[in-house]
């Protein structure tokens, strides 16, 4: 997993803010809501990933606008797969919290302590990756919407053309009087006995 510029600066702050928490912060209310948030967030990764699945067709003409949509629909999924880890690295760590420390580790001078904030301070950590990876979805699927929007586009445009080659050429589609264009004589127009 590569990590952008912002989230090589997010991590380190987040860690040493979660660091900065009183003990036992995150084992309460806190970490009863943000455990619901992060169930809330991995629910929703699934399904999307499955309409994501689906959405990939063979439909266009254009090969590289498939790839294109190839590329990008495989970087939502392993955006959501990774959001999907992250969400289960920080449960795993929030388990760790709520168990109390050994009493032979907490007699020890201030291991407890250190363990305690050690767990806040990756949990705060993770969050904020999460936080931070979660924009980057919405920006891959407008993307993926975008080049189905344009492979659609050449689709109607082929349709367009074929259907077009079907109709039948105008002359056909209006019948005519048969003495429409005929050539008459003025003078047997103003004359009616030769008219009959």
Known sequence: MQLRRIEKVGLPVAFALGALLP???LAGDSGRLLVTFLSLVS????????????????????????????????????????????????????????????????RLSHIGEMLNRGGQATVTAVVALILMRAGQV??????????????????????????AQKIPPMKELFGRHPDFGKTVNLEDLQDPEKRH
């Open 23 to 25: 003990p036992a912060t």
């Open 43 to 106: 629910a929703s990764i699934l399904p999307t990933i499955s309409l994501i699945m689906g959405s990939m067709t063979a439909s266009g003409r254009s090969v590289k606008a498939i790839n294109d949509l190839n590329d990008e629909l495989n970087a939502a999924v392993n955006a959501l797969f990774a959001l999907f880890g992250l969400v289960g690295v920080t449960i795993v760590c929030l388990i760790a919290l709520a168990i109390p420390v050994p009493a032979p580790i907490h």
């Open 138 to 163: 919405p920006g891959i699927l407008r993307r993926s919407l975008m080049i189905r929007h344009r492979i659609a586009i050449d689709e109607a445009a082929k349709k367009t053309a074929e259907n």
